[in-house]
């Protein structure tokens, strides 16, 4: 199994510009999720899905969008980069297995608005 | 929303000394989990504790969770420099896995 895999590895953005934060999974966990971390800031939720056809907001979710069409495939869209939205960005899957929760976590995208 | 404290946010430790990292929340948790990231890297999932009291050891880690499951404690025993990197404890709220922010852990070799 590849596990969690997301793309870019970097990206440099203009202010303005739109782009897909691409995150895919084969583990066929239901729950995946988004996160953005920033110096002293921690892991904060931006977007969640508990399955194929359902998505939720987390604690930051202004300026993205996300769909979950498939189990594998959860993509993260910045719809107008801002500077703000300079980050490292996780994508996430979570099994649930006799009541444990085991979250895996992606290499990250390092994202970078001018 | 559900929300949980982290403390210290860093720590900076000689080799061979202890180490220990705390969590805390103002509501009853349905379990805490415990995550690394290595300078550089991913988070990895340590551990899940759900019972009130629990304590599970990880070779030289012990976890803790608080009797009223409110708080919970990683605790690292003669730290070596691999143990070097964030430590965030994270809790489950309707399907939403947050984090505390993190303590970071610096060893002098």
């Known amino acids: 199994n590849a596990g969690v895999t997301q793309t870019p590895k970097f990206q440099v953005l203009k202010t303005g510009q739109s782009m897909t934060l691409q995150c895919a999974q084969d583990m066929n966990h239901e729950y995946m999720s988004w996160y953005r971390q920033d110096p002293g800031m921690g892991l904060r939720l931006i977007h969640y899905s508990v399955g194929a056809g359902i998505t939720d907001q987390g604690e930051v979710p202004n300026g993205y969008n996300v769909s979950r069409s498939t189990t594998e495939d959860f993509p993260l869209r910045l719809l107008s980069a801002a500077p703000s939205q300079t980050s490292v960005y996780f994508c996430a899957s979570k099994r649930r297995r006799n009541h444990q929760e085991t979250q895996y976590f992606g290499p990250g995208t390092r994202l970078l608005v001018l | 929303g559900q929300q949980v404290m982290q403390i210290p946010q860093y720590q900076h430790v000689q080799e061979g000394e202890d180490f220990t990292t705390y969590c805390n929340s103002s509501?009853?948790?349905?379990?805490i989990q415990w995550y690394k990231q290595r300078p550089g890297g991913h988070p990895v999932f340590l551990i899940q504790l759900v019972k009130s009291g629990e304590v599970k050891k990880q070779k030289r880690l012990t976890f803790q969770f608080g009797e009223a499951k409110k708080n919970s404690s990683l605790h690292i025993t003669a730290t070596q420099t691999t143990d070097v990197g964030t430590y965030f404890c994270?809790?489950?709220?309707?399907?939403?896995?947050?984090f505390g922010q993190g303590t970071t852990l610096q060893v002098k070799p």
């Open positions: 994270a809790v489950s709220n309707t399907g939403k896995l947050i």
């Open positions: 509501t009853t948790l349905s379990n």
